[in-house]
């Protein structure tokens, strides 16, 4: 099946930066979108971005647009969230997800792969 592993978590002050970075592996080729969820305490996992891997098409909530950008490395079958202008209600823990569909989900329930999740702290 396909393998992801997230890093780059850890604690910022707001207004700081941080890149997460998801490494895929196994069979990959099955893969057609990839996104970026979080989950704080208490409350549901919800999406954050995706990417679609063939043609890079992006879709991000509305409270990360500007702020956060989701990219691909295809050749190193790698995924990343550059987080910008990072505030406290970003702290989660964020997972990156795969899904054998081409198209741009935002549902969670629609991947089929997921990482472990690595944890993001923004300190006020």
């Known amino acids: 099946q396909v393998q992801l592993v997230e890093s780059g978590g850890g604690l910022v002050q707001a207004g700081g930066s941080l890149r997460l970075s998801c490494a895929a592996s196994?069979?990959?080729?099955?893969?057609?979108?990839m996104g970026w969820f979080r989950q704080a305490p208490g409350k549901e996992r919800e999406f954050v971005a995706a990417?679609?891997?063939?043609?890079?098409?992006?879709d991000y909530r509305d409270s990360v647009k500007g702020r956060f950008t989701i990219s691909r490395d295809n050749a190193k079958n790698t995924l990343y969230l550059q987080m910008n202008s990072l505030k406290p209600d970003d702290t989660a823990v964020y997972y990156c997800?795969?899904?054998?569909?081409?198209?741009?989900?935002?549902?969670?329930?629609?991947?089929?792969?997921w990482g472990q999740g690595t944890q993001v702290t923004v300190s006020s």
């Open positions: 997800a795969g899904a054998r569909a081409g198209i741009l989900l935002t549902t969670p329930t629609m991947y089929e792969y």
């Open positions: 990417i679609r891997w063939t043609d890079g098409s992006t």
């Open positions: 196994g069979r990959t080729f099955i893969i057609y979108t």
